[in-house]
């Protein structure tokens, strides 16, 4: 599965904005990307396994916010860090 992160994450990765991951689930996939890239899957989902609020992730224009959620492997998931501020 490619895996497309923007800058927030990007210090977990050695600087790569894409990524690729192994596994026919979302669930798989983050096991590996964590495993390549230890702490980043921390980053991104709580202990529930729901993506933390200042998390957006999507895949094939749909919205995915727990680690159950579908994702095609075909399909590039794009992780984003919110921007806040004044």
Partial sequence: ??????????????GR?????DGKTLRAAMKDLDRQFPGLRFRIFDEQENVRRHVNMTAGGKRVKTLGDKVPAKETLYILGALSGG
């Fill in 1 to 14: 599965m490619k895996i497309v992160l923007s800058s927030h994450y990007q210090q977990y990765t050695g």
């Fill in 17 to 21: 904005a894409e990524v690729e991951a």
